[in-house]
């Protein structure tokens, strides 16, 4: 079993930065490749990023990449996700999420799922 707590949303101008953090608890962390998601209202959810059980493997949707980098850390029990030069489109509620071993961009293939954390980007 593992739990995920997010945190780091916020209100921020098109630009600008956040950083979220997923923390895990429960056993094993190690063994978890984890994945953001997002969902806006009205709209499915989406894949955002993902990264393996060693960090060694990471994924971008197109309408992140080069703006978004994934990262963890095993000892820490945590994936971070840091934002950069937001837009207004990127608003949304964000989620991790946990499934063993490798990563995957298909959100069913997960196991755990965190509450979620509110980015709001204004322009």
């Known amino acids: 079993q593992v739990q995920l707590v997010e945190s780091g949303g916020g209100l921020v101008q098109a630009g600008g930065s956040l950083r979220l953090s997923c923390a895990a608890s429960?056993?094993?962390?190690?063994?978890?490749?984890m994945g953001w998601f997002r969902q806006a209202p009205g709209k499915e959810r989406e894949f955002v990023s993902a990264?393996?059980?060693?960090?060694?493997?990471?994924n971008y949707a197109d309408s992140v990449k080069g703006r978004y980098t994934i990262s963890r850390d095993n000892a820490k029990n945590s994936v971070f996700l840091q934002m950069n030069s937001l837009k207004p489109e990127d608003t949304a509620v964000y989620h991790c999420a946990a499934k063993l071993w490798g990563s995957s961009e298909i959100a069913d293939e997960y196991e755990y799922w965190g509450q979620g954390t509110q980015v709001t980007v204004s322009s």
């Open positions: 990264i393996d059980w060693s960090g060694g493997v990471t």
């Open positions: 429960g056993r094993a962390f190690s063994r978890y490749a």
